[in-house]
């Protein structure tokens, strides 16, 4: 399983920014998939969960500015963040949880809001 994250960088309060992330190694269009964030001396937080089909759940504190979405034919899913906020600094990270239980994650990219 690998999951490779794009996208990230700086950008001004206000902005908007589009995260990417390629999945290989397993069918795409079977688990589930998301994004989480980790700032430093914070708690791992996850931002959007998006179901099988391309249904979404976000975290109240995104609602109304992130969308994430999955393109099973391009084996990708994105993040759209609009109306960034200085408090959105994190590392973003995209994942995928199995039926089995298992979870992986990419590396993470940086995003700064300023």
């Known amino acids: 399983v690998q999951l490779v994250e794009s996208g990230g960088g700086s950008v001004q309060a206000g902005g908007s920014l589009s995260l990417s992330c390629t999945a290989s190694g397993f069918t795409f269009d079977g688990p589930r998939m998301g994004w989480y964030r980790q700032a430093p001396g914070h708690e791992r937080e996850l931002v959007a969960d998006i179901s099988k089909g391309d249904g979404a759940d976000y975290a109240d504190f995104v609602k109304g500015r992130f969308t994430a979405s999955r393109d099973n034919a391009m084996n990708t899913v994105y993040l759209q963040m609009n109306s960034r906020k200085v408090e959105d600094t994190a590392v973003y990270y995209c994942?995928?949880?199995?039926?089995?239980?298992?979870?992986?994650r990419g590396q993470g990219t940086q995003v700064t809001v300023s």
């Open positions: 994942f995928v949880s199995f039926d089995s239980g298992d979870v992986s």
